[in-house]
Each structure stands twice: as structure tokens, then as C-alpha cells.
């Protein structure tokens, strides 16, 4: 069975701290997606990186940066110099590829990032 | 260029009502995902709609139902409601091709008291 877990639950930092949430996931398939998604206040999902199993290329874009590593199921997300405005709830998801699209989202329960000013 | 929009943002109902949620894709996207949420937990898929039909269900009961008009917009539709049903229900649209990541909606908030 698929099962993503993020063993953190809350965070918090001050601003321009570096912190990094972690996800572990686990999958039977050897193709699948794995996905960041930040949720504001407000509610809605914000999407963030998607990264197919072939791809183990570390990624940078701007503060953010996400490694992932196979050999441990993980695939971790950091933000560089945090900002109060990156404070949210942070989902790790995990997806299969097959005969449908990647849209059955498996998401881990959340990490709460706060940072202070 | 609109987003992914649900109506309405609130809802309250009792306990045994029927309720339907409401959702329209972002321009260019075929697809449709309904998720629930429950309050600090991850969304749980519920199911998926393309070219009107349901592609794919999570493990929810059939008393969550759902439908797929020609424009590509959605509807979500919960009969007996339960206590349990209290969420947020979030629907996210894509293009089939798989080709986009999914889109995500602000939410429907549904209390059941």
C-alpha cells in the first residue's frame, strides 16, 4: 500500500532561519510522482514541485530547495532563509503512474511551519 | 484566467441531510478530483471525473457521490450526512494527459451538527 509519512508535525523558526521538512514515503511501484503542496490560511493548495521516480536530480528554485532520495524513500524540502510569509501547513503527496492519470494524490498528514518575526 | 472555483465556501447542515458541492475547473483542464479534508489531517482522495464518467474512487461510501457536466465542471454530493462528514472538501482539476500538476480550489467548509 502507499503511504507517505511527515513525522513533523509543527515547526517553528525564526525568520531567516533555514529549515527542512522531511517526508518518507512508501510505494510498491517503482514509477510514481512525488509532490510538495503549501496550504495556507486560506485553505486552498498551493502547488509547489512534482517529481517523477526517474528523476533523483536535486532541485533549487529560489529559497526552496528539495532532495530526493530513493535508496531511503524520502524526499525532503527546505527552505533557505525563512520568511513570515512561508508560514502554512506543508504537504508532502505521493502518486502512481498507471492506466490514469496522477491525480490519486496520497498525502502525509501535514508539518505546520510558523515562523516569527 | 480563473482558477479552480467551489461554491459555497460554508455550508451547515444537520444530520441526515443531503448536501452538493459545486466546482469549476481551471480553463483548459478535463478533469476533476474531489478530496475531504478533516480538520489537521492530509486531504484524503474521494474521486475522479473525466468526460463524465468516474475514473477512479478512494475508500469512501457510496453515500458520496458525484457528476460531470459537457462544460467540465462538478458536482460532489453527500446523502445521510454524519457528523463525521464535517470537512473541508477541496476539488482540484488537471488535464487528463497528466501532463499539468492538479489545481487546487479554496474549499467548500461543511459542518454537520
Known amino acids: 500500500a502507499q503511504k507517505v509519512t511527515q513525522a513533523q508535525t509543527e515547526i517553528s523558526v525564526v525568520e531567516k532561519e533555514d529549515v527542512t521538512l522531511d517526508c518518507v514515503y512508501e510505494?510498491?511501484?517503482?514509477?510514481?510522482?512525488l509532490f510538495w503542496y503549501k496550504q495556507p490560511p486560506s485553505g486552498e493548495l498551493v502547488f509547489l514541485i512534482r517529481?517523477?521516480?526517474?528523476?533523483?536530480q536535486n532541485e533549487i528554485s529560489g529559497r526552496y530547495s528539495w532532495n530526493f532520495q530513493k535508496s531511503t524513500s524520502s524526499f525532503n524540502f527546505t527552505i533557505t532563509a525563512s520568511q513570515v510569509v512561508d508560514s502554512a501547513v506543508y504537504f508532502c503527496?505521493?502518486?502512481?503512474?498507471?492506466?490514469?492519470?496522477?491525480?490519486?494524490?496520497?498525502f502525509g498528514t501535514g508539518t505546520r511551519l510558523q515562523v516569527f518575526p | 484566467d480563473a482558477g479552480v472555483t467551489q461554491s459555497p465556501t460554508h455550508l451547515i447542515k444537520t444530520r441526515g441531510q443531503q448536501v452538493t458541492l459545486r466546482c469549476s475547473p481551471k480553463?483548459?483542464?478535463?478533469?476533476v478530483s474531489w478530496y475531504q479534508q478533516a480538520l489537521g489531517q492530509g486531504p484524503q482522495f474521494i474521486f475522479q471525473y473525466y468526460e463524465e464518467e468516474e475514473r477512479q474512487r478512494g475508500n469512501f461510501p457510496d453515500r458520496f457521490s458525484g457528476h460531470q457536466f459537457p462544460n467540465y465542471s462538478s458536482e460532489l454530493n453527500v446523502n445521510a450526512l454524519l457528523l463525521g462528514d464535517s470537512a473541508l472538501y477541496l476539488c482540484?482539476?488537471?488535464?487528463?494527459?497528466?501532463?499539468?500538476?492538479?489545481?487546487f480550489g479554496q474549499g467548500t467548509r461543511l459542518t454537520v451538527v
Open positions: 503527496a505521493l502518486s502512481e503512474l498507471g492506466l490514469y492519470n496522477t491525480d490519486k494524490l496520497i
Open positions: 510505494t510498491r511501484d517503482t514509477t510514481y510522482y
Open positions: 480553463s483548459g483542464h478535463d478533469t
Open positions: 482540484a482539476s488537471s488535464h487528463w494527459t497528466g501532463n499539468t500538476e492538479a489545481f
Open positions: 517529481r517523477n521516480s526517474f528523476d533523483e
